[in-house]
């Protein structure tokens, strides 16, 4: 019974290989006049599907209103906007694209999702297609993510990183007018803030991303790619870890709360009970729907506070991909072209102040008269492009239960980067 | 064709022994009797065996096999990827039995099971009885005892996670104006084990009290009246005629109450996702998790589900013998 289960799995195999090594010749053919076709938009025809992972409230009418200008652009292709939460799409089109039903043609993926999503072979290898137009344009970090193998699977939409965003009033009633550039003047800032004002300094998000900046500033990693080797158990991070409870136990910030507590930093920063918080470009059109910042003057953005080492913060973004399933190959292509062109970025630029991944969209008048936009460029800059390997995503969920105990003053830093390093051995057997 | 090979078959070893023609016969005149019966439920059999038995099948023998998500095999338009998933026999079954992973989360799950369904029966019962007398407002008290359980699971879970919120949630803004200090509820262990299982109460009790309130009418009130001639106190009465009488109705609704606690997964999942840390993480948000995160693994997850489903058919028939030694068949 086993061995037939084997012999069976084993037909299966070589069967799936002759297949594969045939659909690759063939594909290749139909690429060709599929792309020569593509030259007329009114000859492309179908409906394509888009999952959308904005806010739908503050940042979906400007996409909504960019498919409006792409259908009106190809007359004959309709497009499906379905906006999928942020938190739910990577699982949902997991499940969709494994089922081989209900998957979008097009996913709005994470940057930190599109190598897991190409190494499983959902997503379209996308070179020499019409997606992909002067991608020497975009910028190197959001580019990389796009990348597996070598070959493109995505293409970047808009990318991003944190940053410390801060009420301006506050800290002037603290007596600053800039913002804190090191941890220490962050500690000593919310601290005075919190005694002048009565107002919480700083609010911390409980979440592995947001962790980062303080690893990065004490000159700590996770992984070493290059090497192969796991690098989250060190000095470094167990001095950023240390940190992070010294701004919680001295009441520079407030021990934050492990549920919601993305939801709660915004609403004390919204609601002005809190002066400053870690959060990226993404944040900002739903900040400015907060009674503090009516006037948009009023929020301060500047670079993470550095720690011993320098000022860093992940790289984050979004590219667009597509399904490798998609029955409408040609005009998924065309969406893709059309909303990472430079004009596309800039229009989402101007509204509600995403970034641009394009080089050359940051020379448009629109993007440059955005003053956040401007504002986060250098900050962009400087931003620490994270390990694109599949296995990225699941680095996260044992940092946050790390991060979570050591909130709750269950654990020393030294024990979690312990346990945190014991359980990414569990993920990378083979890497030292 | 098939039939005529089988037939010759039966035949053959009919012909072997006397005693096997005999008992053929009977069979073979109870289906002719009762061959619309099996018309009737076949059906059903199929429907069963496509829903139930096929993805259990399917379920034992990935838990038998190393398949993830990477190694399943699929063809997605150009991508070809093959099957590379081998038999492993028990590797996985080996490997959660011998992580202190899986004693920790069990004894959490008992713990969880117990303590809910304990409150559950014993609040259930003891509403069932305050609303089993005359009193006024009768139907409107049933009916706003009820309501917990007219909540969809998930609706109550996200009020309750709001409620439950440490800076912003009602429960703490009640703690504060009444000149306590707030609590992290859902940020540490303890609290948010009691969270938890605060919320299974509350949405599990109605069913309890319902179910009781059925058992409770359907005993006699002749059995009372006799009962207090004979001079019984009200503990006497509870003890010998209420106690009894609601076996039948309690044995099968704590039965069931513990299959659905231990499986208990959108109050554990929408209100802590498992947290802090993985503290309030019960088995079945565990198998999720392994099934539903990041790169899935499906053989490990069928393994977990493998294992709880052994565990409550053993506990199922451990409960059941229990009752049969006491006289209760069901």
């Not at chain 1, 690893?215 to 790619?225: A, I, K, Q």
């Not at chain 1, 990226?280 to 670079?303: R, V």
């Not at chain 1, 040609?330 to 630029?349: D, L, N, P």
Request: charged share 15%; net charge positive; with cysteine.
């Amino acid at each position: 019974m086993m061995r037939r289960a084997f012999s069976a799995a084993t037909i299966v195999a070589a069967l799936a290989l002759a297949v594969s090594a045939c659909g690759g010749g063939t594909s290749d053919s139909a690429a060709a006049p599929a792309q020569s076709a593509a030259a007329d938009p009114s000859k492309i025809s179908g409906e394509i599907t888009w999952w959308d992972t904005v806010r739908p409230d503050s940042e979906g009418p400007t996409f909504q209103a960019l498919i409006k200008e792409f259908e009106a652009k190809y007359p004959s292709i309709k497009v499906k906007y379905v906006n999928v939460p942020s938190d739910q799409a990577q699982g949902q089109f997991q499940t969709a694209a494994q089922a081989g039903t209900g998957a979008p043609d097009v996913i709005r993926s994470e940057v930190a999702w599109t190598a897991q999503f190409a190494s499983l072979g959902y997503l379209q290898p996308l070179d020499g297609t019409r997606a992909v137009e002067n991608e020497s344009d975009f910028m190197a970090s959001p580019l990389s993510s796009t990348k597996y193998n070598g070959k493109a699977y995505a293409v970047p939409q808009v990318t991003d990183t944190l940053a410390l965003l801060y009420n301006k009033k506050l800290l002037e009633k603290a007596g600053y007018d800039k913002a804190p550039t090191t941890v220490e003047e962050l500690k000593k800032v919310a601290l005075d803030v919190k005694s002048k004002t009565g107002v919480n300094g700083l609010a911390l998000n409980v979440d592995s991303y947001f962790l980062l900046p303080f690893m990065y500033g004490e000159g700590g990693d996770l992984l070493d790619v290059q090497n192969k080797k796991i690098v989250v158990n060190s000095p470094a991070n167990v001095k950023a870890m240390a940190t992070v409870t010294d701004l919680i136990t001295s009441g520079a910030a407030p021990k934050p709360a492990t549920q919601d507590s993305y939801a709660n930093a915004m609403t004390a920063l919204k609601d002005g009970k809190a002066a400053m918080i870690y959060n990226g470009p993404w944040a900002l059109s739903e900040i400015y729907q907060g009674k503090e910042f009516k006037d948009k003057a009023n929020l301060g953005i500047a670079p993470v506070p550095a720690g011993s080492a320098k000022a860093g913060a992940p790289t984050g973004g979004w590219n667009l991909a597509i399904y490798a399933g998609s029955k409408n190959l040609g005009a998924s292509y065309e969406f893709v072209r059309f909303m990472s062109t430079a004009e596309a970025q800039a229009k989402v630029a101007k509204e509600i102040s995403l970034l641009p991944t394009r080089t050359s969209a940051y020379g448009n008048p629109d993007v440059q008269g955005n003053k956040d936009v401007a504002t986060f460029k250098p900050i962009i800059d400087t931003a620490v492009a994270r390990p694109w390997i599949p296995e990225g995503g699941q680095l996260f969920q044992p940092l946050l239960e790390g991060y979570q105990a050591i909130v709750g003053g269950k654990t020393t830093p030294e024990d979690m980067l312990k346990k945190v390093d014991s359980d990414y051995h569990g993920i990378f057997k083979d890497w030292s | 064709m098939n039939g005529t090979t089988s037939d010759r078959a039966a035949d053959a070893t009919g012909v072997r022994g006397p005693g096997r023609r005999e008992k053929a016969g009977p069979a073979r005149r109870a289906m002719a009797r009762h061959w619309y019966a099996w018309a009737m439920v076949v059906p059903v059999v199929l429907v069963t065996g496509l829903l139930i038995g096929w993805p259990l099948v399917r379920g034992v023998y990935l838990s038998l096999t190393d398949a993830t998500e990477a190694t399943m095999g699929r063809t997605i338009g150009v991508n070809v990827i093959p099957s590379t998933y081998e038999f492993v026999g028990l590797d996985n079954y080996v490997s959660i039995l011998g992580s202190g992973l899986f004693w920790e989360k069990l004894v959490w799950t008992v713990i969880w099971t117990v303590v809910c369904v304990g409150l559950h029966y014993s609040l259930g019962l003891g509403l069932a009885m305050l609303l089993n007398r005359r009193v006024r407002f009768r139907s409107t008290y049933r009916l706003l005892l009820i309501l917990p359980w007219a909540i969809p699971g998930f609706v109550a879970a996200f009020i309750w996670r709001y409620l439950y919120n440490s800076d912003y949630g009602v429960i703490n803004a009640m703690l504060k104006a009444a000149g306590f200090g707030a609590v992290g509820w859902l940020d540490e262990p303890t609290t948010a084990k009691i969270a938890v299982i605060a919320v299974n109460v509350w949405m599990g009790v109605p069913f309890m009290m319902i179910a009781v309130l059925g058992g409770l009418q359907s005993i006699p009130g002749e059995l009372y009246e006799a009962a207090e001639m004979d001079g019984a106190t009200p503990w006497q009465r509870f003890r010998h005629i209420t106690v009894p009488g609601l076996r039948t109705v309690s044995s099968t609704v704590v039965l069931l109450g513990t299959i659905w606690t231990f499986n208990m997964f959108p109050v554990i999942f929408l209100i802590t996702r498992g947290g802090p840390g993985s503290s309030t993480e019960i088995l079945v948000t565990y198998a999720y998790r392994e099934a539903f995160t990041s790169i899935r693994n499906y053989s490990g997850s069928a393994a977990w589900g493998m294992i709880i489903l052994l565990l409550l058919v053993v506990l199922a028939l451990v409960y059941r013998r229990a009752l049969r030694r006491q006289g209760e068949v069901w």
